[in-house]
């Protein structure tokens, strides 16, 4: 079936340090990726929605300045946390759609945690 | 946007009884409808799905029923067993939109 890979598993950082997590689609092609943001005993919370060689869409809220996605491939989305703060401390998860099809796959998440 | 509300928040139940979380959607173009488990730190798992076009669906113990009228949607776990412990969370979306979620509940299965 299909695999998202998500990397790093898990990352400490310093405070106002940046940090690049990364979803690969192993074999499908993802044209819209989904990032998630989940706190401790609660839901998935929609970051943003990246389609494919276009501009992310951001949920109220989120800043796009601080929240930097790339989707340059069908294979490969990015986010990267800038200037890392410790209230970004959060599990980080993205979702890639495979084309045509409603299905829906989860990466294996990344734990972010700012000292 | 579609809202999804999901109750109850927690649910116990004894080892082999049943447990029924529902879960009600606000988007009536909304036709996608499926449920993930969830434990500790992992990724959510898909562990069954529905489509606008069916009332129900059963994979083994666990089953999902969509009442596209009163838009609401269930996920039933019969014969429960300590390993279905989780949180589980319902979702719904429309076409190629976002997957919108519910909150989540947590099912604790009493050995």
């Known amino acids: 079936g299909a695999v998202v890979s998500q990397h790093p598993s898990w990352v400490i950082c310093k405070s106002g340090t940046s940090v690049k997590i990364e979803c690969r689609s192993l074999d499908f092609q993802a044209t819209t990726m989904f990032w998630y943001r989940q706190f401790p005993k609660q839901s998935l919370m929609l970051m943003a929605t990246s389609n494919e060689g276009s501009k992310a869409t951001y949920e109220q809220g989120v800043e796009k300045d601080k929240f930097l996605i790339n989707h340059a491939s069908l294979t490969l989305s990015t986010l990267t946390v800038t200037s890392a703060h410790p209230e970004d401390s959060s599990f980080y998860i993205c979702?890639?759609?495979?084309?045509?099809?409603?299905?829906?796959?989860f990466g294996s998440g990344t734990r972010l945690t700012v000292v | 946007g579609e809202n999804v509300e999901q109750h109850p928040s927690t649910l116990s139940v004894q080892e082999g009884d049943s447990a029924v979380i529902k879960c009600t959607y606000s988007d009536s173009a909304s036709n996608y409808f499926p449920w993930y488990k969830q434990e500790l730190g992992k990724r959510p798992q898909l562990i069954i799905d529905?489509?606008?076009?069916?009332g129900e669906k059963k994979d083994q113990r666990i089953a999902v029923t969509l009442n596209k009228t009163a838009k609401h949607f269930s996920l039933h776990i019969t014969e429960t067993q300590p390993e279905d412990s989780a949180v589980y969370f319902c979702?719904?979306?429309?076409?190629?939109?976002?997957?919108?979620f519910g909150k989540g509940n947590q099912v604790v299965v009493i050995p």
């Open positions: 979702s890639a759609q495979d084309r045509g099809l409603y299905g829906y796959t």
């Open positions: 529905i489509r606008s076009n069916v």
């Open positions: 979702a719904a979306s429309h076409g190629n939109n976002r997957l919108a």
